[in-house]
């Protein structure tokens, strides 16, 4: 049986994720939702032409994520599209966010996303897909945000890795690195600390960057960008150095910098 298995469905991008691929792809045989919110999976299961399997766990706890586990081992499918699309973060400098709500970023963004992915390569075969919602905010080292953009720069980093590793069995990894959109992760990332007025207006639609990120994704690109600011603002950071940039910043906001790009994941309670 042919599947996709998306994380993070309960909202967001992974959500906006699972219905566009359930319009495109007719094949698959069913599409499995992990996310934390069993009743948003419920209601995204009402709207998808597609029969679906609900995982409702949380991938930072090693006991619910052995459930998923579990159903690979007995179902033994044909995972064509893997989705890592959980993650969260929060602003604020280093020490002024909780511990648990720091390392947590963490344990969501980087590790069960690497748990996901090593659990799921054995059941994909050639020519199959793996999206990783990365961040813009991977391009840059970002005061008050600095731990979300260092997971996001580990996930960049790790799918181009993967993606040459994986080369050998057909398997394609693309990296989404988008900069702000309209999800449900500015109301998480502002319960501890504001974020910039010119993010929300250049704040894009999320249905217009996953279909971008799939057709990316289709057509073999290690990196998917959306939109002329962040690809310019990619081009910016591989050319001029970063403290240049940070220096630049700062001096916009009239103090000391804070996240000049947002991430587009939205943690999935």
Request: contains cysteine; glycine residues 8%; charged residues 20%.
């Amino acid at each position: 049986m042919k599947i996709a298995i998306v994380t993070g469905a309960s909202s967001g991008m992974g959500r906006e994720t699972a219905v566009q691929l359930a319009d495109r792809f007719a094949g698959f045989g069913e599409i499995w939702l992990v996310a934390r919110r069993e009743e948003r999976l419920s209601q995204l299961e009402e709207i998808l032409p597609v029969p679906v399997r609900k995982f409702a766990i949380d991938l930072t706890d090693r006991e619910q994520l052995a459930e998923l586990e579990t159903a690979l081992q007995n179902e033994q499918p044909d995972v064509k599209i893997l989705v890592n699309a959980s993650g969260y973060g929060k602003m604020g400098r280093v020490g002024s966010v909780s511990t648990e709500e720091e390392t947590g970023m963490v344990r969501l963004n980087c590790e069960a996303l690497c748990a996901v992915t090593h659990m799921v390569l054995p059941y994909m075969s050639k020519n199959s897909r793996i999206i990783q919602y990365a961040s813009s905010a991977s391009f840059l080292p970002q005061p008050g945000f600095a731990i979300y953009a260092a997971t996001k720069s580990f996930v960049l980093s790790y799918s181009l890795a993967l993606g040459e590793e994986l080369k050998g069995r057909g398997i394609c990894v693309t990296a989404v690195c988008p900069g702000p959109v309209k999800t449900e992760f500015f109301d998480i990332a502002e319960t501890t600390g504001r974020i910039p007025l010119y993010k929300r207006l250049t704040m894009a639609d999320p249905v217009k960057v996953v279909k971008l990120a799939i057709r990316d994704s289709l057509m073999g690109k290690p990196v998917s960008v959306y939109g002329f600011l962040m690809k310019s603002f990619r081009l910016l950071c591989k050319t001029v150095p970063h403290g240049v940039i940070l220096k630049i910043m700062s001096r916009i906001s009239g103090k000391q910098v804070e996240s000049p790009v947002n991430a587009v994941i939205d943690k999935t309670p």
